[in-house]
């Protein structure tokens, strides 16, 4: 399975952005997003089981990001709103976002005060 995210970029505190992840050669149970900031470790930021729908999150993004996916496309997406400073990170699909043992190519997302 290969998984790679895209969609970052550059944004501005307050603002919005969606982040897509394209999933070839299979699926899993759970899948979702982690980032990591710059000298930081990773942290989970978003969960969904992929035939069921039901999401999770942490604590430092509920409210704000909501994550879904579209089975037809095999796309996991992330949306992003009211972004803070504080999202920062390089951002990665991954298998079990809570285990981190398994993911794809990340994308940058900076956000400006």
């Known amino acids: 399975v290969q998984l790679q995210a895209f969609g970052g970029g550059l944004m501005q505190a307050g603002g919005s952005l969606r982040l897509s992840c394209a999933v070839s050669g299979g699926t899993f149970n759970r899948m979702g997003w982690f980032r990591q900031a710059p000298g930081e470790e990773k942290e989970f930021v978003a969960g969904i089981n992929w035939l069921s729908g039901r999401t999770y999150y942490s604590d430092s993004v509920k409210g704000r990001f909501t994550a879904s996916r579209d089975n037809a496309k095999n796309t996991l997406y992330l949306q992003m709103n009211s972004l803070m400073s504080e999202d920062t990170a390089v951002y990665y699909c991954?298998?079990?976002?809570?285990?981190?043992?398994?993911w794809g190519k990340g994308t940058l997302v900076t956000v400006s005060r």
């Open positions: 991954a298998r079990d976002p809570q285990v981190m043992d398994y």
